[in-house]
């Protein structure tokens, strides 16, 4: 019976003890009530408390709390189903709205960050939701920010881990980048045989401009070979003209072209006689008698000429 009394007492006094020493760390913050009524928020350390009328009644952490949001099925705005899941960071700013305004912080900011991300998944196209996910991060963040004031808590940021679309559009897009692939392909194809043409053609080009520019110099450089050709042949003749002429001009030389002349008309027309099948008879006789008048003068003043004089 002694035991038993003893027993009893050491349970009542470990109760006692509990009931009216609180030690609250640094990581907590314990909402105490007096008579179920709000008494205060106990800061980190030791606290009295009166026995039977003041309890701690809730705890919460203080520190930021990362909140996994379960995966769900939300529709973008081209209308393609899409599962997205994500992480909430908050954190306990309010002890007291937290303990009182709301049954359970928690389940409520999963909640409201997923009907939040759909809305949001809802605003944008598939393309969007994969370039533009840190501004939907910072618009769903604002948006649950707005409601969970009320609660004591305060959303820091907020994560999206994947977004995955269904099974049909991830073979859509699968042919969509193999057909952007293939088109790419094409393209580069079609631009290097564009180039290659271009660069054949300005090669021809250049080829016919070299042509050309060396056929104009062969022709400018014969030009003027048969142009130097020309001079030095005018030259030669007008020299060799120059000598006739002043061979004619000195002494005896007028009477040595006629003797000349007169040899080579005998000589041809003895030729001309020689292969003729009919009698050739000169036109004017009185011009062949004068002819060899003047051939025998000729010589005549030749002879005369060419004798030495006597003493």
Avoid at 68 to 78: A, E, G, L, N, S
Avoid at 127 to 150: A, G, L, Y
Avoid at 162 to 167: A, E, K, L, N, Y
Avoid at 258 to 279: D, F, M, N, P, T
Wanted: proline content about 3%.
């Amino acid at each position: 019976m002694l035991e038993l009394i003893l027993t009893v007492g050491v349970l009542g006094g470990l109760f006692l003890v509990t009931r009216t020493f609180v030690v609250v760390s640094g990581r907590h913050a314990v909402v105490k009530e007096r008579v179920g009524k709000f008494a205060g928020v106990l800061k980190p350390g030791f606290h009295f408390m009166l026995p039977m009328l003041d309890r701690a009644a809730y705890t919460h952490d203080i520190r930021e709390q990362a909140i996994d949001v379960p995966p769900q099925m939300c529709i973008t705005k081209d209308n393609i189903q899409v599962e997205v899941d994500g992480i909430v960071y908050i954190q306990v700013m309010d002890p007291q709205a937290a303990s009182y305004n709301v049954s359970n912080y928690r389940e409520s900011a999963i909640n409201l960050a997923m009907t939040t991300m759909r809305s949001e998944i809802g605003k944008l196209s598939l393309e969007q939701t994969f370039s533009e996910r840190d501004k939907m991060n910072d618009s769903i963040v604002k948006e649950i920010d707005k409601d969970s004031v009320k609660w004591g808590i305060k959303v820091r940021r907020y994560e999206i881990k994947g977004i995955t679309p269904s099974m049909a559009v991830v073979h859509t897009m699968e042919k969509q980048m193999e057909a952007e692939r293939q088109k790419r392909a094409q393209i580069t194809t079609s631009t290097g045989a564009k180039e290659a043409k271009i660069l054949v053609s300005e090669g021809e080009k250049q080829q016919s401009i070299n042509m050309s520019e060396g056929e104009k110099s062969k022709r400018i450089n014969e030009a003027h070979g048969r142009a130097a050709e020309i001079r030095l042949l005018a030259d030669a003749q007008a020299k060799g003209t120059q000598l006739v002429a002043d061979a004619i001009r000195a002494e005896g030389g007028e009477a040595a072209v006629k003797a000349q002349l007169a040899e080579q008309y005998i000589h041809e027309l003895g030729r001309i006689l020689e292969g003729a099948e009919v009698s050739v008879v000169p036109e004017g006789i009185a011009k062949m008698r004068g002819f060899f008048e003047g051939v025998s003068q000729v010589g005549a003043a030749t002879t005369s000429g060419n004798a030495k004089p006597t003493a």
